[in-house]
């Protein structure tokens, strides 16, 4: 293990013991439910309560571990999530890599103070776990170990079911990469070596789906809130957090930004376009994200810009900005741009916004791109860093939460 990765590991461990130290005594949010999910489970009772709208792998893999070392309050299970927050960091060690193969500190610390993520680090939240599974799934995949990568993207989605959309990003990079187009023309042979690669993945989808349409669909609790629809909206703030999360790395871009809109004009001519369209669709309609729940910061930018013309035209202004910076942003290989069109998929059918289904397309987005300035990396990390501890210290003194 070399220097660079035992400093990331050391600074990262005793980030968490301080969070550990300044967290929250009581429930956070949906913890409660959580917590109660897996009591019931140690009592022996095996029913689903209708709150939650995950599979009970999650509740069932907490409850065993509970009943090991006879866990019961919500500061003991609290202990459990940072297990495997740290597991997370030995993880960030082996996916953390930059071009060459060799550890990226920077990268692997940008991803750990990721401030839609680290406020979750110790609730009892499927999140991290899901996320940790994504990361292993990742970096299989980088070494064409597309068995283990379903396995681990599987396990993932057993976690929260959303993580399949994930399978459908590897699907799409392995069976592309493998085609080589010439002329605009794929001949039988290629495509054939192309699905060869790829049938894992065609499996683990279309298993899934199976299951979900024979057990009456995705959500497995509480469906009048979660029902399947188009929301474009989650998209929009998405960007917006985007924006919120990485403006030093995206406001640096802004001589790369001039430049692509002084040498394809017509992408004035679409922003002007877009205006009327992104106002006559911006819409905060789900019952989680009325102003009666504004104490959710998403609640309440959310309903701030959906009630100001002025907010909405310059959310779409700094939107349009971290669109076009994003796109000035190289990934690592061509193939990685499906990445941007799953990242909408990946939030669009999601009646809540919530900044927490953002949390692997962002973190797959930072693994997939390459590194810009050190300088300019380096502010992006102290932002990420100050930001994160902001939103933990405030959720964990309930001054509001996420």
Known sequence: MTRSQIKFI?????????????????????????????????NGDNSRSPNITTFLVFHKIYASVGQVFNLTSILDFRLISFTITGLMVLVLVGVSRDENG????????????????????????????????????????????HGLTVLLAGLAVLIRQPSLVWLGLFLSVCFFEQLQIKDHKISIQQFYQAFKKSWLYVAGIFGFLLYFLLTGGISKGA??????????????????????????????????????????????????????????????????????????????????????????????????????????????????????????LSVIAMPLIEQRYYIVGVAFWQLSRTMGNFKIEQLQLLWMVIFSLFLYIGMSQAWFYL
């Open 10 to 42: 050391v600074i990262t461990l005793l980030t968490l013991v301080v969070m550990y130290l300044l967290q929250a005594n009581t429930f956070v949010v949906d913890e409660s439910l959580h917590h109660g999910q897996i009591l019931s489970l140690i």
């Open 102 to 145: 060799s550890f990226n500190g920077l990268l692997a610390s940008q991803l750990f103070f990721l401030p839609i993520a680290l406020p979750y680090y110790p609730l009892i939240y499927t999140d991290i776990l899901a996320l940790t599974f994504l990361y292993c799934a990742y970096h299989q995949f980088r070494l064409k170990h």
């Open 223 to 344: 469906e009048e809130f979660h029902q399947v629809s188009i929301n474009i909206t989650n998209v929009y703030f998405m960007v917006v957090v985007f924006w919120l999360v990485f403006w030093p790395l995206l406001l640096s871009r802004h001589q790369q930004v001039l430049s692509v809109l002084r040498q394809n004009k017509w992408i004035i001519l679409l922003i002007v376009i877009g205006l009327p369209a992104y106002m006559a669709t911006y819409s905060v309609t789900n019952f989680f994200n009325s102003p009666a729940l504004n104490v959710f910061l998403r609640n309440w930018l959310l309903n701030q810009i959906n009630d100001s013309l002025w907010l909405q035209l310059t959310a779409y202004i700094f939107s349009v900005y971290t669109v076009l910076a994003m796109s000035t942003l190289k990934l690592k290989s061509p193939v990685w741009n499906w990445l941007y069109v799953f990242l909408p």
